[in-house]
């Protein structure tokens, strides 16, 4: 009896002594679950850390939240910030869930709600690692690291100034003046999808809000490329020149959508010949303060990729090195002793060690026919129109975020990156071909094409086990 009872019963699931059940949403594979016990944004002299250290000094007098735990409820991380149900971010093939109702969080956001519940200061800034089933390539990695800050103010206690209003412009006036160019400082905002919430804020609160916002925001990008520029001084020759220290700092302010603020910006940044996206943010939704218990309080948010701010900042061109253990990596970066304001932090670019050769190789296959969708796709809440869903007949919902996955779980981090090169529908059957091509380099040694074929072979064997392509 016991055997069979415990058969029935999944077993449970130890993360760092916390105990959970999956159940048939569970679809987090071990190698991301390892990644929980990194924490690279606390190692000392990692680059993630530095970059969290040197933002965190332009904000002196917020309260900064460094360790909270990554597994989160599917309250806390969509319905606590007013996701919609049908919300694709919700969805199976972009999320990794433990159970249907626990996550690994995707965003910092998922702490807004708890932390302005404890209404700790007026400002606060959370640094931790999220989780996303996403692409592969030199950006995009499914483990990565956010940092939110959020900054209230009470209504019922703006002295000594006569207004709110008045008290938001005190504390922008407060925030030093920048000579950058920034190209579009105040987008047109839709207000059919990005309304003012006139029914709790003045206009002149929401612009006040707005310009203490992008100005506090403008600060931490001027700060990150003037130590970006010192550094590249200092390290000379050795590094290879970027956008970023050869020519002057541009920047620009796109309209955005969150569920949980409005309106919403999103910030961008021109770097090796193209706009970054290197945050977004927007004015807090007031339905999220209510539900938080502090109705009296109104202000801004914002969540920026702490892995793309030190790319630029360092020079770092693979998304891989950050998780490297190699010393030639890891021993490039250094603490500064300080991070005081107006300070230089002394900080070094990171040199490239030798880079080793790609090896490319494709994969071609036919999509199974609609009969046959496999089964772990068959999420209830997966929406019929996700973004990544492959150009399959509908019902075979393939979504590309699995075959990337796919592709991690049989060649790890040996692969650079994968991109669809083909895709053509049979005339007669109708049926979809696809092309991927896979280009293996380790950024470690040389993978010799012995290596890669076999990890090659991996892939093709878990496409036709796991998604039930017909290889061609
Ligand atoms: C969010 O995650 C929102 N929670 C941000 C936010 C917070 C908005 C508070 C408003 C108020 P988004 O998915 O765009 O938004 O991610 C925010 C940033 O994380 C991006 O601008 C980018 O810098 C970084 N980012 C997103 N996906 C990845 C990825 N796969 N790899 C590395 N960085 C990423
Ligand atoms: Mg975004």
Redesign the pocket.
Known sequence: LRASRRQSTPPGLSVEGRTYRPDEWMNTPPSILSAVSRRLHLQPNHPISITRQLIESRFPDYKYHNDLFPIVTTHQNFDS?DFPPDHPGRSRTDTYYINQSTVLR????AH?ADTFRANQSSGYLISAD?Y?R??IDR????V???M???KTWDRSNFSPYPSLTEAIWADVAAIPAHGVAVEDPNPTIHPERNPLQTEFHSAGEVEAIATHLKRSLEDVVVAIFSAARAAAATSGAVVSPDSITEEPLKVRWVE?Y?P??SP?W??EVFWQGDW???????V?KQSILNNAGVPNRLG??????????AMLLFNIPD?RLFWSRDERFLGQFAAPASFEKGKDPGLARFVPYSKYPACPKDVAFWLPASSTPPARNSSPTAPSAAGGLLPASSSTAVHENDIMELVREAAGDSVEDVRLIDSFTHPKTGRKSLCYRINYRSLERTLTNEEANTLHERVRELLVGRLGVQLR
């Open positions: 910030l995707t965003h910092t956001s807004q999220v996303r996403d692409a950006s995009h990695y499914p990565f690291h956010q939110e800050g959020a955005a969150f949980f603020t919403s999103e910030l970054l996206e290197v945050l977004g943010c927007g807090v801004w948010a914002f969540g920026l990729g702490l892995e793309r701010i998304i």
